[in-house]
Nanobody, 119 residues
Framework: VQLQASGGGLVQAGGSLRLSCAAS????????MAWYRQAPGKQRELVAA???????KYADFVKGRFTISRDNAKNMVFLQMNSLKPEDTAVYYC??????????????WGQGTLVTVSS
């Protein structure tokens, strides 16, 4: 199973970006999907998560600005980021709880995509 994230880039403060993450491989089903981020010198933190049924949850620092969604048919998760701030600058990672060839759910990570917000 592989997760491929894309959509990062350089944007000015107040701008928007949309991140995408596609899971591929031998997948039976996917449980929760999520986006994390890690800024330089800081620990990785949860940004947003979404259940297989589409229920989202957000970190307080992105509420009202970011929207997480998913396409279960395509095994994809998205993060629409609006009103970006310089403090949103980080490498963004997608994560998915996948049932595949293993007899249990396993958490897979994407490779990360860099988001840089200039002031």
């Amino acid at each position: 199973v592989q997760l491929q994230a894309s959509g990062g880039g350089l944007v000015q403060a107040g701008g928007s970006l949309r991140l995408s993450c596609a899971a591929s491989g031998s997948i039976f089903s996917i449980n929760d999907m999520a986006w994390y981020r890690q800024a330089p010198g800081k620990q990785r933190e949860l940004v947003a998560a979404i259940t297989s049924g589409g229920s989202p949850k957000y970190a307080d620092f992105v509420k009202g600005r970011f929207t997480i969604s998913r396409d279960n048919a395509k095994n994809m998760v998205f993060l629409q980021m609006n009103s970006l701030k310089p403090e949103d600058t980080a490498v963004y990672y997608c994560n998915a709880g996948v049932y595949s060839d293993l007899p249990y759910e396993y958490g897979y990570w994407g490779q990360g995509t860099l988001v840089t917000v200039s002031s």
